[in-house]
């Protein structure tokens, strides 16, 4: 299957820092990338959907001004967590799909720890 | 609020068919039928998806029924592998995607 990248797979950070975390498209051209966070034993909680070359939709409760999505090109889009704390501590993880039918594909998610 | 229902745990002997169902009764006539399995800490798998038709794969087969409001996803000769949280959800086009609570299928030796 199609493979998407995600980078960190792991990140530590200071409180009141920022991080970013990248999603790649590798082999295929990604029209919409949805972002999702995970806390231990709970399920994949969507934080938003992004559509090249537009601004994110973000799910309600979601800070769009704290979570900075950029979906520049269909190959790649960034997550940006703003003055995290510890409360952000999650597992975070990327996918993208090509469109109608298709199936969308995962990252392998990374594991950001505010100390 | 999810569009799906799935059962919270579900147990198989190594070796034999998992049958996991999923019902989705509000799904609209649009909207495709995908099943996900996440292993501790990775990312979700793609495992298979279909709109009416019943669908294989190399990894399992999806039956759903003809009213589409519930479906089955089938692992043929489940092993030790296999043990994770498997996540049936709709979605059509560009629309979220969003999962509900999963079920968790462990493969008994």
């Known amino acids: 299957g199609a493979v998407v990248s995600q980078h960190p797979s792991w990140v530590i950070c200071k409180s009141g820092t920022s991080v970013k975390i990248e999603c790649r498209s590798l082999?295929?051209?990604?029209?919409?990338m949805f972002w999702y966070r995970q806390f231990p034993k709970q399920s994949l909680m969507l934080m938003a959907t992004s559509n090249e070359g537009s601004k994110a939709t973000y799910e309600q409760g979601v800070e769009k001004d704290k979570f900075l999505i950029n979906h520049a090109s269909l190959t790649l889009s960034t997550l940006t967590v703003t003055s995290a704390h510890p409360e952000d501590s999650s597992f975070y993880i990327c996918?993208?799909?090509?469109?109608?039918?298709?199936?969308?594909?995962f990252g392998q998610g990374t594991r950001l720890t505010v100390v | 609020d999810a569009k799906t229902t799935q059962p919270p745990s579900m147990d198989c002997a190594e070796g034999r068919a998992a049958n996991l169902p999923c019902n989705h009764s509000t799904i609209s006539g649009n909207e495709y039928v995908y099943w996900y399995r996440q292993i501790h800490s990775q990312g979700p798998q793609y495992i298979i998806h279909?709109?009416?038709n019943n669908e294989t794969n190399e990894m399992a087969s999806l039956i759903i029924t003809e009213d589409r409001k519930s479906s089955t996803l089938i692992l043929p000769h489940a092993t030790l592998r296999d043990t994770a949280v498997y996540y049936c959800?709709?979605?059509?086009?560009?629309?979220?995607?969003?999962f509900g609570t999963g079920t968790r299928l462990t493969i008994i030796p």
């Open positions: 279909g709109l009416k």
């Open positions: 082999d295929f051209q990604a029209t919409t």
């Open positions: 996918s993208a799909k090509t469109g109608t039918g298709a199936e969308a594909f």
């Open positions: 959800t709709v979605n059509f086009g560009n629309e979220k995607l969003t």
